[in-house]
């Protein structure tokens, strides 16, 4: 599994980079730059919520613990998953081929058999 899909916040978006977002919440924009994070924000209602959300952690550091938190959710999550993936996926066996192969083929005679019995009486 490739790593950057397990880290949320990396290449999370396109538009403004998260060291920049982190600065917009905590205050050390200057105008231009704060005015281009809440353009932005405009523009995006699921960043919009985000941030707004952002804003009620009042401590950065809970914040990366949170990203971290998140992070190891999705990984362990993404886990799971593949994991029941696998227990789903049929094994390479060759002799279950051989045994619906077999079992088709007995159908497939005994339906001719019982046609042809029926057909001489």
Do not use: C, T
């Not at 790593?3 to 396109?14: E, G, P, Q, W, Y």
């Not at 920049?20 to 105008?31: A, F, I, Q, R």
């Not at 998953?81 to 007995?106: D, G, S, T």
Request: no cysteine; net charge negative.
């Amino acid at each position: 599994m490739n790593n950057d899909l397990l880290n949320i916040l990396s290449n999370s978006n396109k538009d403004i980079d998260n060291q920049k977002l982190m600065d917009y919440l905590s205050g050390h924009l200057n105008e231009q730059e704060k005015h281009e994070v809440e353009a932005w924000m405009l523009e995006n209602d699921f960043a919009n919520d985000a941030v707004e959300g952002l804003e009620q952690v009042h401590n950065s550091r809970h914040i990366q613990a949170m990203v971290e938190q998140l992070n190891n959710d999705l990984h362990k999550k993404l886990q799971q998953k593949n994991a029941k993936k696998e227990k789903r996926k049929l094994k390479e066996y060759p002799w279950i081929y051989i045994a619906v192969i077999l079992i088709l083929a007995l159908a497939v005679l005994a339906y001719y058999v019982i046609h042809f019995l029926q057909h001489n009486k």
